[in-house]
């Protein structure tokens, strides 16, 4: 080699050696979201390629969706919004909300988790944070129109919407106590509501059958979006959820004020109680949330830490399989137990729900 020529370039690395890129990009996309972390362990390759926009696209077009759970936590030792999802039955820490306000409202639309609002300081922000969960990364979404904290939210095709959480004692505020964000154009629009609706504090919502329920401190409405028509909540609902619900296929599950869960059947309009978990779970007081992940009930509720001396408080899920009898009873079997974080004394679940991805 004479003195001036360049060394030979280096060989690029290949992913899965004796297979084209494009071949092994179609396996790594099959493999569960779960061992994601184990493959990051292989090879920087394999790392790099797992936080690109090419593997999420891959991934989307192969169709090998998955629900994650995702939860935020509000630590006692310090003053973030702390989040974490779930991965091989341990919560896992992920960048925390950018900015951690009291009282937000969350909604998923697609792969993404809205956090909507909420005070800091007692003053009420208009302020929209937006994590996209293909990457759990956060950047700032369109602001609303008028500031909220306690506000009601929900997804109905393909448009966020939502209610509350506003004093309506102004032109603005009650010209858009309601308001809809259409993602095609990422701008939110007034949804009109009459007076009679407008209660300020809204504790619970979920979406059923494309409407959206939404809790207040004085009974609930509802939204029909795709009729523009606005309705109370039926008395039996009403009296019986105590927020921190989910739906899981058409049954809206919450715990009573005795701890024990319970569905409301709306085909029977009738609370009617789980049954078949009494055994296994605490009962549920307070501090516990639920979501649906891919057709079942995830409960997440505080509990005491074994050690620690009283310092400590461990997060615990349980995933349950849920189903009517043929007597039309709510069965719930429980697939799963455990705990999946311990965190500093006094800390407080504040949200969690599961996005598809």
């Not at 390759?45 to 797992?50: D, G, M, T, Y």
């Not at 998955?66 to 989040?83: A, N």
């Not at 969350?106 to 809205?114: H, K, Q, R």
């Not at 448009?159 to 309601?178: H, P, S």
Request: hydrophobic share 40%; net charge neutral.
């Amino acid at each position: 080699m004479s003195a001036t020529s360049s060394p030979p370039a280096p060989e690029a690395q290949t992913l899965i050696p004796c297979l084209p890129d494009d071949v092994a990009v179609s396996i790594l996309a099959r493999v569960p979201r779960s061992q994601h972390p184990v493959l990051c362990l292989v090879s920087r390759a394999f790392r790099s390629l797992l936080s690109s926009a090419l593997f999420a696209t891959t991934r989307r077009l192969l169709s090998p969706t998955e629900p994650s759970l995702y939860l935020t936590l509000r630590s006692s030792s310090t003053s973030s919004l702390l989040c974490f999802t779930l991965l091989r039955r341990r919560l896992v820490p992920i960048s925390p909300v950018p900015s951690p306000y009291i009282g937000s409202a969350y909604a998923v639309l697609g792969p993404e988790l809205y956090v909507l609002g909420g005070s800091h300081n007692d003053v009420a922000s208009a302020r929209v944070w937006v994590l996209d969960c293909r990457f759990n990364t956060w950047r700032p979404g369109p602001s609303m129109r008028v500031p909220r904290e306690f506000a009601a939210a929900g997804v109905v095709d393909g448009k966020l919407y939502v209610m509350g959480g506003c004093v309506a004692d102004t032109w603005a505020r009650a010209a858009n106590w309601a308001e809809a964000l259409d993602p095609k154009t990422g701008s939110w629009a007034a949804v009109p509501s009459p007076d009679e609706v407008r209660e300020k504090w809204m504790h619970a919502s979920a979406v059923i059958d494309g409407k959206l329920y939404a809790m207040a401190d004085r009974g609930g409405v509802v939204y029909d979006s795709r009729r523009e028509v606005w309705s109370p909540v039926e008395n039996e609902l009403d009296n019986g959820w105590r927020g921190r619900a989910c739906v899981v296929d058409g049954i809206l599950y919450c715990y009573d004020y005795l701890g024990k869960i319970r569905g409301f059947d709306w085909g029977e309009g009738l609370w009617k109680e789980l049954k078949g978990v009494e055994k296994g779970l605490p009962r549920f007081l307070c501090g516990a949330t639920m979501a649906n992940m891919g057709g079942n009930l995830i409960v997440v509720w505080e509990g005491k830490s074994a050690v620690g001396n009283g310092k400590e408080m461990e997060v615990w899920c349980a995933e349950i399989e849920v189903r009517k009898d043929c007597n039309g009873e709510l069965v719930g079997e429980i697939r799963w137990s455990e705990s999946v974080l311990t965190v500093p004394a006094r800390s407080s679940i504040v949200h969690c729900v599961a996005v598809t991805l």
